[in-house]
């Protein structure tokens, strides 16, 4: 292929071979792509469910990271392999578009591809294997929307987003205070939520770590939390219904943009510059305190003078507050981020009940806390403990809390968790196999047992013998047909999943086999591969 | 079939047992690394640096010793982590939190060999280390109400931190030293207003507290010395020939003369200034940025003590003792406010000139002066100093104390036995095993400090069987003793911090079954 003939029978080079690139094809290229695939989803098998291990992650750096999360294990992760790569995407667009179930898509995909290889064995087509599992992933996700529940809550009654939060929380290192954070995340969510358009904006939720103190100490804030001090020691700590002027603009003499230069002759002129420059930096301190501001905030710098100037006129300050921050800050307050100080009015304003600063540990560590504020459309959660690592962790896990919160707010379907929800879609799909005719039916049978990979992978990590318990457990759901029986990973006693209250969102789950059966699909297509040989 | 790599060239990947032999094999070195400095008894490390001048430190302190460290392990990190926070958060206790969770992995590792699962050891940790905080809960005493047993508790604590630090020999002496200041603070934990100047010579029993305010700076030629009732003015404001600060402002001249005009025009400009800061009725004026020699001599004429280039924090102190405002603009000399004091006077520490504020009117902040053979022991008794100042701040809010010498961690095990026992299931080997790392600090203590310590610690056991013991071991005369008489006491914050995050690290060291190591990031090599 790599040499063909012209029509006068001269050969020439489509593709220069040899010792500059290595090239597979054919089968060769799909078993290759399918190992490399798997070799991926085994890393993260182990972390699935209430009882999966955590990995520890030694970044380029020598940072290390300690995470159950599959989005951020597979982040870190340095591949090199184009598949893996694949796979490292799939997890992150899971984690994008959903926020939870991350780990559980790329062990979906891995068993998908460790299916299909089976069937390339027998001879099957790769298309005919791909178009297969694309007829069961529709089969799958039907069927989800069947079984499916609806969940009633309203912000009075929000117990049952609690215990969806709690099921994302329990596999996690902090599932030692899930209750209190499944609380502070469902709480957070419902402050920022629109209820009436079934949506809720993330970005309005702050999550801010600090190390120190334990865990329990996290608490959800209903205002802003700043990592920064006042600009001037001696500036009041605590200031009570705060008019807050918002400034974009440095407490600085202007700079125009266009280039200039000021000459300076002589003496008079010296003179008048020099008054001048004092009346700015008086009339700047004057605007802010005509409107009637008690608080500026202010994204640039101060000089020295302006500072005291504030401080004199007893107007405590903050500087360098970052501009993501600072739009928080607008939108809590309900105040206007004012560019110039010519703009400065008493309606831009944003209101406090209170701000205060509060100080940590030994070393000399500040945070402003801005609350009770004219709308509280804007809160902060903000996480302690022990150490640097498990902040992070906490950080992701109060994450994907947050996001189950948030799809449930957006659909109020569940499915239950523990592998149910994917017992019954094998159970499903093992059905319509039948139906179809052709050679896709063994895909389709092959779907099914991939499916079967996620409960076994639960039963394996909590220790339970995987076959025996994911038989027992089908055999019971058949049974009955009822679609609630799942893996019992604490050990309760029961594998009612409506008992042990482990649920999941339908949303989830249902982009969880979409995306995997994607990118299966994608790789499944793939049957030559060109790389270039190590250097 | 071919496998291809899926990490890129020189990132490992190590699993399973593996991975969890690495981390606690890291972990645990890293314990017993910091593990014979803990105690009164516990020798010191010396810690060269590699960079220039191979500088020498010679510490006790876990966290030091730590944060100098260079490690690779990924496991060992984490210990380094938390002995770092204990440090930030409670100053004390940074040994042992390290030591405590060694000793669980240690545990752990045994149970791990006898096929019982990593997340049951957790759990049964979980429940120890929540069994171990309510028996902690219940025995401690708090003295907030009684000022004078409540002084004389922070005391007790400040010579039990101190015992183990290289000040031990003085450690009345610097207890008094501590409590004192930290008095001062009037329950503020800010420790920046607590100045700690070192100055090597005398001997470290020459060290004192001072009521007043001391700056390592000198006084300006020709300026008094000696100020009575004095009048301060804190700034921070450039003393120099003032820049215009509107931007693109330059100067252009078409004439030698007109040069001379500008120059005398900012002379002029300069003396305005001095003449409004003159204008304050100030006799003592503190900058934080340079004073230039023209307005310096204008303050010498005026009879001001002027002193330049005081840094930052000692301008916030300064502010604070004297309770006068850091100014940056003169006009309205009326409404700033000065600072005062009674007295300000050079003094000599050493060979060295120092100025000395005393009579402030706000007492906030104060100054320990340190006095020592040589610069290692004033750097280490510094931290020492540091260490024992952190403790009381945390103290003073939070008032529970503890009994010390390992009689806390006999009680925590005396509690978690009880639980393992009443606990069904493989959790309970768990629990057990936490009551044994638990019981490993008063071992380690005393084997720090040549005793038998399987002898004492059967001894302490048998001893706390009672209910409501005091006993502990007693270093220093090598035997059990009651450590209420002794006068041992610890806070009850530190011995938390120590109990919470070292099970929470152990915990998370516990839960990983992978560890993947990306390449290192290539940089030049400059050698």
């Known amino acids: ?535 | 079939m071919p496998i291809d790599k899926i990490f890129k060239d020189d990132a490992s990947e190590e699993k399973g047992e593996r991975a969890r032999m690495a981390s606690f094999i890291g972990a645990m070195a890293v314990a017993d690394l910091v593990k014979s400095t803990l105690g009164p008894k516990g020798m010191d490390k010396i810690l060269q640096s590699t960079g220039r001048g191979h500088s020498v430190t010679v510490t006790n302190d876990g966290a030091t010793i730590l944060k100098s460290l260079h490690i690779d392990n990924p496991a060992a990190k984490v210990l380094v982590d938390i002995s770092k926070v204990q440090d930030d958060e409670v100053g004390d206790g940074t040994t042992s939190v390290v030591v405590l969770a060694g000793e669980l992995l240690r545990e752990a590792e045994k149970l791990v060999t006898s096929k019982i699962h990593p997340m049951t050891i957790i759990a049964g940790y979980r429940m120890a280390a929540e069994c171990a905080r309510e028996a902690l809960l219940k025995r401690v005493m708090d003295n907030k109400e009684n000022a004078e047993k409540f002084r004389s508790d922070l005391m007790k604590i400040a010579m039990t931190t101190l015992c183990s630090k290289i000040l031990s020999q003085d450690k009345e002496h610097f207890a008094e030293m501590a409590v004192d200041a930290i008095f001062r603070l009037k329950g503020s934990t800010n420790l920046e207003s607590i100045q700690i100047i070192k100055k090597p010579g005398g001997s470290l029993r020459d060290s004192f507290l001072d009521e007043g305010f001391i700056l390592d700076k000198k006084i300006g030629i020709g300026q008094p010395k000696r100020i009575e009732n004095a009048k301060i003015l804190v700034a921070n404001t450039a003393m120099d020939t003032d820049k215009v600060k509107i931007y693109g402002a330059r100067v252009r001249v078409d004439s030698m003369t007109k040069v001379a005009e500008i120059e005398g025009a900012e002379k002029e400009k300069m003396k305005d200034k001095v003449n409004k800061i003159l204008a304050h009725g100030i006799n003592c004026f503190v900058n934080r940025q340079l004073i230039y020699n023209f307005p310096e001599e204008l303050f010498a004429d005026a009879g001001v003590l002027a002193i330049e280039h005081a840094d930052f924090e000692g301008i916030e102190r300064l502010g604070l003792v004297t309770g006068g405002e850091i100014a940056s603009t003169f006009d309205n000399p009326e409404s700033v406010k000065l600072g005062h004091c009674k007295l300000i006077e050079e003094i000599m520490i050493g060979e060295d000139k120092l100025i000395h504020f005393s009579g402030v009117a706000m007492g906030q902040a104060c100054s320990i002066v340190l006095r020592g053979a040589s610069h290692h022991v004033l750097d280490e008794a510094e931290r020492s100093l540091h260490d024992a100042l952190c403790v009381l701040s945390q103290t003073v809010n939070d008032s529970r104390v503890l009994l010390g010498g390992g009689w806390p961690e006999m009680v925590m095990a005396k509690e978690v036995d009880e639980l393992a026992r009443k606990t069904a299931g493989k959790k309970s080997h768990a629990i057990e095993a936490f009551s044994r790392a638990l019981v490993a600090i008063p071992t380690t203590i005393a084997d720090n400090a040549g005793l038998d310590s399987a002898e004492l610690v059967a001894q302490l056991r048998a001893k706390h069987h009672n209910e409501g013991c005091n006993a502990g071991i007693d270093v220093i005369s090598g035997a059990v003793g009651d450590m209420e008489e002794r006068g041992i006491y610890e806070a009850f914050k530190v011995k938390q911090a120590v109990l919470l995050s070292a099970t929470e690290a152990a915990e998370m060291i516990l839960r990983v079954d992978e560890i993947i190591t990306c390449a290192p990031r290539r940089r030049e090599d400059r050698m």
């Open chain 1, 1 to 535: 292929m790599a040499l063909a003939f012209d029509e006068f029978g001269r050969p020439f080079i489509i593709l220069r071979e040899q010792d500059q690139k290595t090239r597979l094809r054919g089968i060769d290229a799909q078993k290759a792509n399918i190992a490399a695939g798997k070799a991926v989803a085994r890393i993260l098998r182990s972390s699935l469910g209430p009882k999966g291990m955590d990995k520890m992650l030694q970044g380029p750096d020598g940072d290390v990271t300690i995470t159950n999360d599959g989005a951020a294990i597979l982040e870190q992760m340095d591949v090199d392999n184009q598949i893996a790569k694949l796979m490292v995407e799939l997890s992150r667009s899971q984690d994008y578009e959903i926020g939870d179930g991350t780990t559980g898509v790329v062990v979906m995909a891995g068993a998908l591809l460790e299916q299909a290889e089976r069937q390339l064995d027998r001879g099957i087509h790769p298309i005919r294997v791909a178009e297969g599992y694309e007829m069961a992933s529709r089969v799958a996700v039907e069927h989800l929307e069947r079984i499916s529940q609806k969940f009633e809550f309203d912000v009075d009654n929000f117990e049952p987003l609690v215990k969806t939060c709690m099921t994302t929380l329990s596999s996690k290192i902090v599932n030692r205070c899930k209750r209190s954070l499944a609380e502070i995340a469902v709480k957070a969510v419902l402050a920022v939520a629109d209820l009436e358009r079934r949506d809720v904006n993330l970005d309005l939720i702050k999550v801010e770590g600090k190390v120190g103190g334990n865990l329990e100490d996290t608490e959800l804030i209903y205002g802003i939390l700043v990592d920064k001090d006042m600009s001037h020691p001696q500036m009041p700590k605590q200031i009570e219904d705060a008019h807050i002027a918002i400034l974009t603009c440095p407490f600085e003499p202007p700079k125009p943009k266009t280039k200039h230069k000021v000459d300076i002759d002589t003496v008079e002129k010296f003179e008048t510059l020099r008054k001048q420059e004092q009346q700015y930096f008086d009339e700047m301190v004057q605007k802010c305190k005509d409107v009637g501001a008690t608080l500026v905030i202010c994204q640039w710098g101060f000089d020295d003078e302006a500072n005291h100037l504030l401080m004199h006129r007893n107007l405590p300050a903050v500087r360098w507050v970052g501009g993501v921050e600072l739009e928080l800050i607008a939108i809590a307050t309900g105040g206007r981020i004012v560019p110039r100080f010519q703009e400065l009015t008493p309606e831009k304003l944003g209101k406090a009940g209170m701000v205060r600063e509060k100080s940590f540990g030994t070393t000399k560590e500040r945070m402003l806390y801005i609350e009770h504020c004219a709308n509280s459309k804007a809160v902060t959660i903000f996480i302690r403990g022990g150490n640097k690592m498990m902040i992070e962790e906490t950080k992701r896990s109060i994450h994907d809390a947050l996001c189950v919160a948030r799809n449930l707010i957006r659909n109020k379907s569940i499915v239950y968790g523990g592998g149910a929800a994917e017992i019954a879609c094998s159970l499903a799909v093992d059905a319509a196999a039948d139906k179809y005719p052709g050679v896709e039916q063994y895909a389709i049978r092959a779907f099914a047992e991939a499916l079967d990979s996620v409960p076994m992978a639960l039963a394996e990590n909590s220790g339970l013998q995987p076959i025996e318990t994911l038989s027992a457990v089908k055999s019971q759901q058949l049974k009955e047909n009822i679609p609630f029986y799942g893996i019992d990973c604490n050990d309760v006693g029961t594998n009612d999943m409506r008992e042990q209250n482990v649920f999941e969102t339908l949303i989830g789950k249902q982009q969880q086999i979409l995306l995997a059966t994607q990118v299966v699909k994608m790789i499944l297509k793939i049957d030559d591969v060109i790389s270039n040989s190590e250097y």
